[in-house]
């Protein structure tokens, strides 16, 4: 069992003299006065159910602070894709991470080897000369013995305190500049929440005052196994997943997948989501005392006026929605939009911004914050700095994102679902599914200041197309994809496959409606169907 002091200090320490020594060697030594960066990565934080409500203190210090996004979406809402599109900028059929494991592209060699030395942290490092600091969970098979194991440090990172694969809260080993660190259950000691919090401030205290920093603070907060540190166990004893219109009802005009959700769910089923909801927000006011911390520290040392801090999350998630007790992966706004708020330099306080924004923007926005031209990147995203700034208007800003996933499935029957056969997963004892290998789809999500839709299109035998227009229907109760204008549907999947084939510069650029193109979604998923193919049968 390890202590949360660590040798940082020492380390940094020695570091500093070292600093000092060669500024001396200068006739002045003045700080760097590129701006700070923090970004503060949740797991499964989602919006649309209230995941924000126990974040009073986070909401206060930084989205009363600056501005709060309502439209800010995942490329993926899965864990490992959607924190490689983070890193990388890039929407999945770019950095081709597809689901949670190795198999898959998660924190395996070959990402190692083509992404990693691309990421965003790596070219603040390398080239805008950042320190760089990470803690928390990084990717979902990090720490794989067959990827490099824990020695393997990800390139670009000054100070790494890396969990081993997923989130957790106590029971768990870190890799500390790459040499494993194991931690018990002791909550003074273990809980990995305040660990992270105490590495993150032991880094603002030691670090040079003559570089900038980046840091990356990644939480496992609210993911499963959803344990609270002592002091919260007993809050909301009374709260409950919301009753929103949308719960516990029938997705009829939906995906087989939704479709076959046993509804109404048992009495058992609610309890149990009810219980992991509560647990949900214990867990994530151990993160809000994490937020208070960073940013009082900033403060004390007068670097929060020259610091942009970030408060995001990978995905959202749903607790009975259309019947499907508690998960990711699905379509919809609980799943694919997450909270997302900014404060920083030139940044006015109290603002909140219904311009559409993912989070393959971020990488982008950061770089740009640190002067470095996205346009040498290979990045999807765009900087929405500007946004931050106030220098853009709704007329002028980007209109649609990509979302997009490819669903997990066993070659054998489920045995909690045997009548639903193979190729389901994620799989509940009353034989509810929440994913399968035909739980694949892509999306074009769309908002600007006259439309609010999303449009989806699914990998498999029907070729099933989801249409929803979130103004008049934010629960998305109602598929219109038999009854929308068909010019509009053939725009919609015309724009959606540009997207799917986009890379780079192309991504951001608003598409043009040929008015020859017809609707074919047939069309949509050729080039994915041979690599499913293989990962369905030769690697799984």
Request: charged share 20%; net charge neutral.
């Amino acid at each position: 069992m390890a202590s949360v002091g660590h040798c940082l200090p020492t380390f940094l320490n020695g570091l500093l003299i070292c600093v000092t020594l060669l500024s001396g060697l200068s006739v002045t030594a003045k700080p760097n006065r590129k701006p700070n960066i923090v970004l503060i990565l949740t797991d499964d934080l989602d919006i649309a159910i209230g995941g924000l409500t126990p974040l009073a203190k986070t909401k206060k210090l930084i989205g009363d602070a600056g501005i709060s996004f309502t439209n800010a979406f995942v490329a993926s809402p899965l864990c490992c894709p959607s924190r490689a599109s983070i890193l990388t900028g890039k929407y999945p059929h770019n950095h081709h991470v597809i689901n949670n494991t190795l198999e898959g592209n998660c924190s395996s060699t070959a990402w190692q080897k083509s992404q990693e030395p691309n990421t965003f942290p790596a070219l603040l490092h390398n080239l805008g000369g950042y320190q760089t600091f990470f803690a928390g969970k990084y990717l979902n098979q990090y720490g794989d013995a067959k990827a490099g194991g824990l020695g393997h440090v990800p390139l670009g990172w000054t100070q790494w305190f890396g969990l081993e694969r997923n989130s957790k809260y106590y029971n768990y080993t870190l890799s500390v500049n790459g040499k494993p660190e194991v931690h018990g259950a002791e909550y003074s000691k273990d809980y990995l929440t305040d660990v992270l919090a105490n590495v993150s401030l032991d880094f603002l205290r030691y670090k040079s005052k003559y570089q900038p920093f980046f840091m990356m603070v990644s939480t496992p907060a609210p993911h499963s196994p959803w344990t609270p540190a002592p002091q919260y166990q007993d809050t909301y004893k009374d709260t409950k997943a919301p009753r929103d219109p949308n719960f516990n009802v029938h997705g009829k005009d939906k995906h087989w997948l939704i479709r076959q959700a046993k509804t109404p769910m048992s009495n058992a089923s609610i309890q149990f989501l009810d219980n992991a909801f509560r647990s949900r927000w214990r867990t994530l006011l151990s993160v809000d005392d994490l937020v208070e911390r960073l940013v009082l520290a900033l403060e004390a040392s007068k670097e929060l006026d020259n610091t942009y801090v970030f408060f995001t999350s990978d995905n959202g998630y749903h607790t009975g929605q259309f019947s499907l007790p508690l998960d990711k992966r699905q379509l919809y706004e609980f799943d694919i939009r997450v909270p997302l708020m900014v404060r920083g330099p030139n940044i006015k306080p109290n603002q909140t911004s219904k311009l559409l924004v993912a989070n393959v923007d971020l990488g982008p926005t950061m770089l740009d914050i640190a002067g470095y031209d996205v346009n040498k990147t290979q990045m999807d995203g765009m900087s929405f700095l500007p946004v931050l700034e106030g220098r853009v208007n709704a007329s002028s800003w980007r209109t649609d994102v990509l979302v997009e996933y490819e669903g997990e499935g066993h070659n054998v029957s489920d045995p909690s679902c045997p009548l639903l056969g193979p190729g389901v997963s994620e799989c509940f004892p009353d034989c509810v599914c929440e994913d399968a290998f035909n739980n694949t789809y892509a999306c074009v999500r769309s908002v600007a200041p006259s439309t609010n839709l999303q449009y989806c299109e699914f990998d498999d035998n029907e070729v099933f197309v989801e249409v929803y227009n979130v103004t008049a229907d934010p629960f998305q109760l109602a598929n219109i994809a038999k009854t929308i204008d068909q010019e509009v549907l053939e725009k919609m999947n015309h724009r959606l496959m540009m997207l799917q084939s986009c890379s780079g510069a192309s991504c951001r650029t608003p598409g043009v409606y040929d008015s020859r193109y017809h609707f074919d979604p047939s069309h949509m998923f050729d080039s994915h169907r041979t690599r499913l193919s293989l990962l369905r049968h030769g690697t799984k």
